[in-house]
């Protein structure tokens, strides 16, 4: 191998990760619009007006609140299955990856 393939990249030092403080003011600064807000948002929210006087039409909004509530932790349990599974996967490679390294090291030596 060449001296050139041997050299090493110096990568720029990471900055310091943001504290607690600018974390929060980053997040009372964005806009509601932000897509950070809107992301999981319903497709279709419920009828913001939190009093009905019909009983049954405010059955009906509870209702519906309670099967968005339910969806959204259905879709929160797969993306935390999904997570766990890409873990594994990337935990997985990270064994081959050292295995094939070892490897690679026991044979140039």
Do not use: C, W
């Given at each position: 191998?060449?001296?050139?393939g041997?050299?090493?990249?110096v990568?720029?030092t990471?900055?310091?990760?943001p504290?607690?403080?600018?974390?929060?003011e980053?997040?009372?600064?964005?806009?509601?619009?932000?897509?950070?807000f809107?992301?999981?948002?319903?497709?279709?929210?419920?009828?913001p007006s939190?009093?009905?006087?019909?009983?049954?039409?405010?059955?009906?909004q509870?209702?519906?609140?309670s099967?968005?509530?339910v969806?959204?932790n259905?879709?929160l349990?797969?993306?935390?299955d999904?997570?766990?599974?890409k873990?594994?996967d990337?935990?997985?490679?990270g064994?081959?990856?050292?295995?094939?390294?070892?490897?690679v090291?026991s044979?140039?030596?």
């Amino acid at each position: 191998m060449s001296a050139k393939g041997k050299r090493r990249v110096v990568l720029p030092t990471r900055p310091a990760p943001p504290t607690v403080e600018q974390i929060l003011e980053d997040v009372r600064r964005a806009p509601a619009h932000d897509p950070v807000f809107t992301a999981l948002a319903p497709e279709d929210p419920p009828d913001p007006s939190p009093r009905t006087e019909d009983p049954e039409a405010r059955y009906e909004q509870i209702y519906q609140q309670s099967r968005a509530y339910v969806a959204m932790n259905e879709r929160l349990r797969q993306a935390g299955d999904r997570l766990r599974q890409k873990f594994e996967d990337l935990r997985q490679a990270g064994q081959r990856l050292e295995e094939d390294v070892s490897q690679v090291t026991s044979a140039t030596s």
